[in-house]
């Protein structure tokens, strides 16, 4: 098995590899500083939200720039590279090849990543993550926006370079006498998640273009005194966004398939139900684009047709719930660090589903449009459900990665402080939104009850916060000083753990 | 024998169409009335259908967690109930 850190190498080494698990390391690492940063920030929103009126942010306008690169930050450069790490440290493994299709490719894609990175924190631009017109055209002071722009572009091709590469590994490299069907659950999250990447991303990159023309005074697509229309581009936006959103969800997903059958001690209930729900999200993920834009003034048969394409994704979420728990059913169920998150996430998964299911059904998004009840519904899907998921996954990988144990008992507290804030934080801001607390606000009505909701979500933030520190720490230490990992079976499963290059057939060149 | 992926798909239906018909099965076109004689509030409207979506969610919500903790609390391996075989031939 390949241990990264456990050998002693110099680090310009690992940075100028093209080497899977070199590429893997990084993309996990850059990651996991990116959501401390993005958390940062999301720290600094909170606090200002502590009390009505300003209290550590100077204007309105910094808020919004702390939100906007907030927004970009964890979900381009945390949640997204972190599933391409996943994927490049075991995709290969998996489909029995020796690393990735184009390896000198698979380095540009990562290192496009701290380019864009630099580019969005050095222009802090106040658009928020989506951008939309007319602020983002005709007001938006450059060269933030600019940044931001040409930071989300680079973002957007490198997503599109990796993608390219996981799909000719997994279809023209895997070992030719290992069927698709046999493939890990992983493989197949991640070969949805590339081709939706492939299909999704390019009409946002001609949207940025667009924009930055736009911005330039040269074209007037978005602009209504040029003949332009500020609603094409939310189509546009939301044609990429919604599958972004699954293409968000599907590789924790995947990881949750590998770690529940192996802590439960059981193989999964239902392989091809895996498939099967994993290619109907990848399908339905196109077919909802607009419900993020109800309140638009779409007609009724244009807003059914996208509820109904909403909710068509329920079954096969469910699909995939109903697995899980026919998998832990008649199991022996360790509760290591993984599996506690990987638990935590499927519970969340559900009440965050809950939440969009209301959002879906136009009547009741008129209700919740544009309050915090939306706020809190996508952050405990990327948070409660995806963020959980994966950071369980990160504990699963650590020994495998290092050779090196990490300290259970900090990762289960780790896990009980994440948890309980993720829900303090975030199911109380769904009920500010029911109270008409509006988003991306600076300061609001000074009532009991938005003070006390606002009050209790920003200790529940402060609680993740902490938690993930812990983590930090405790990854760092361990990855130094830990107990050396028995990498047969380091969670004393009973069993044999890290077996995917075990497994037949045996990888080829 | 009935395959898992029939299993699957038969429990997901079932609890699609719960939900279906909690929410759907109610006051949900009235919210949209376009003729001149319906007289309906629809803020009034909206939020009844807010309340009783809410029901439909904690309904099947309250299936899916209580079964997910029943699960974590059974197929522990801790339970005593739950150790292997081999150890329960020994003791």
């Not at chain 1, 808020?63 to 997204?80: E, S, Y």
């Not at chain 1, 899980?324 to 022996?332: C, D, I, P, V, Y």
Request: proline share 6%; charged share 15%.
């Amino acid at each position: 098995m390949v241990l990264e850190v456990k050998k002693p190498r110099p680090i310009w080494e690992i940075l100028f590899s093209t080497h899977h698990t070199d590429i893997g390391l990084l993309y996990i690492v850059s990651s996991v500083t990116f959501l401390m940063m993005g958390g940062a920030l999301a720290m600094a929103l909170r606090a200002e939200l502590w009390l009505p009126g300003a209290q550590i942010i100077p204007s309105a306008t910094d808020f919004h720039r702390i939100f906007t690169v907030h927004g970009t930050n964890m979900l381009f450069l945390w949640i997204l590279p972190f599933g391409s790490g996943v994927g490049n440290y075991l995709i290969p493994i998996m489909v029995r090849y020796h690393d990735m299709a184009w390896p000198k490719l698979n380095a540009v894609a990562f290192w496009m990543i701290p380019v864009a990175a630099a580019m969005i924190w050095i222009g802090f631009s106040d658009t928020g993550w989506t951008a939309y017109p007319p602020y983002s055209t005709l007001r938006a002071p450059g060269p933030a926006a600019d940044l931001w722009i040409f930071g989300a572009k680079i973002l957007g091709i490198s997503s599109v370079l990796g993608a390219v590469n996981f799909v000719v590994t997994i279809l023209k490299c895997k070992h030719p006498d290992l069927p698709l069907m046999k493939m890990p659950l992983f493989s197949w999250s991640i070969l949805i998640t590339s081709l939706m990447i492939i299909v999704a991303t390019p009409t946002f990159a001609a949207a940025l273009i667009m924009l930055y023309t736009d911005r330039l005074g040269i074209s007037g697509f978005f602009n209504p005194e040029m003949g332009g229309d500020p609603i094409a581009y939310q189509h546009l936006f939301w044609f990429t966004f919604h599958p972004e959103v699954y293409i968000f969800l599907i590789p924790a997903v995947g990881m949750l398939y590998e770690t529940i059958p192996k802590f439960s001690r059981k193989p999964i209930f239902s392989y091809q139900s895996g498939v099967t729900a994993f290619v109907l999200l990848g399908i339905i993920g196109f077919a909802s684009w607009a419900h993020h834009m109800f309140a638009t003034g779409m007609s009724f048969t244009e807003k059914t047709v996208f509820m109904v394409g909403t909710l068509a994704a329920v079954p096969a979420s469910a699909m995939h719930v109903f697995n899980w728990l026919a998998t832990m059913w008649g199991g022996r169920i360790k509760f290591a660090a993984p599996m506690l998150f990987a638990v935590g996430a499927i519970m969340l998964f559900f009440a965050s589903g809950a939440g969009g299911v209301v959002n879906t059904q136009m009547p009741l998004d008129f209700i919740t449009h544009d309050s915090y009840w939306v706020v809190g519904h996508f952050h405990l899907m990327l948070m409660g459900t995806v963020s959980l998921g994966l950071t369980g996954f990160l504990y699963y990988l650590f020994p495998l990665m290092t050779g090196r144990m990490y300290n259970e008992k900090w990762a289960k507290i780790h896990f009980a402080l994440a948890f309980v804030g993720v829900i303090f934080v975030f199911i109380t801001q769904h009920l500010l939104g029911l109270y008409g607390m509006p988003r991306r606000v600076y300061d609001y009505i000074d009532s009991p009850e938005l003070v006390i909701m606002n009050q209790i979500a920003t200790i529940g933030a402060f609680t993740v916060g902490i938690s993930y520190v812990i983590m930090v720490i405790n990854m760092l230490r361990s990855a130094g000083k830990g107990k050396p990992a028995d990498m047969e079976d380091p969670f004393k499963m009973g069993e044999e753990y890290y077996d995917y290059r075990r497994r037949e057939p045996p990888v080829h060149q | 024998m009935v395959s898992r992926l029939a299993i699957s798909w038969t429990m997901i239906g079932c609890l699609s169409v719960i939900g279906y018909l909690s929410i759907f099965g109610s006051n949900f076109i009235d919210v949209f009335a376009q003729e001149a004689e319906d007289i309906i509030v629809r803020r009034v409207a909206i939020w009844d259908l807010f309340y009783q979506g809410m029901v439909a969610a904690f309904v099947v919500g309250s299936l899916v967690q209580g079964t997910l903790i029943y699960i974590y609390w059974r197929f522990r391996e801790s339970n005593p109930k739950n150790r292997p075989r081999t150890e329960k031939k020994e003791a």
